[in-house]
Nanobody
Framework: QAQLVESGGGLVQAGGSLRLSCAASGGTFSSYAMGWFRQAPGKERELVAA????????YNTDSVKGRFTISRDNAKNTVYLQMNSLNAEDTAVYYCARSTFRWRLESDLGAYDVWGQGTQVTVSS
């Protein structure tokens, strides 16, 4: 059974950094694009960053450009999200997900078929 497990979340002061990891198992992940989403209280889940199956192309939503970097290590079946210059608006539960596409970087939740359980990121101001 395909499974994604996120780790690396926690409490950090504004201006600080965190590195999230998403470990994949039980399925084929290296052949698919992957995404990181987040959901803040009372808000819809939104795409933060996505990466193609080779890692050659990435997408970042406007609010995190220049601060967050998505990467992957297919040999380790792991996707990462490096988050720098965090601010209170970044507080949310962060989820990784496997896309049904290899090359397309989709923001539609329906384009992702396997989801992790999420990891909480809290930024104190």
């Amino acid at each position: 059974q395909a499974q994604l497990v996120e780790s690396g979340g926690g409490l950090v002061q504004a201006g600080g950094s965190l590195r999230l990891s998403c470990a994949a198992s039980g399925g084929t992940f290296s052949s698919y694009a992957m995404g990181w989403f987040r959901q803040a209280p009372g808000k819809e889940r939104e795409l933060v960053a996505a990466i193609t199956w080779t890692g050659g192309s990435t997408y970042n939503t406007d609010s995190v450009k220049g601060r967050f970097t998505i990467s992957r290590d297919n040999a380790k079946n792991t996707v990462y999200l490096q988050m720098n210059s965090l601010n209170a608006e970044d507080t949310a539960v962060y989820y990784c997900a496997r896309s049904t596409f290899r090359w397309r970087l989709e923001s539609d939740l329906g384009a992702y078929d396997v989801w992790g359980q999420g990891t909480q990121v809290t930024v104190s101001s």
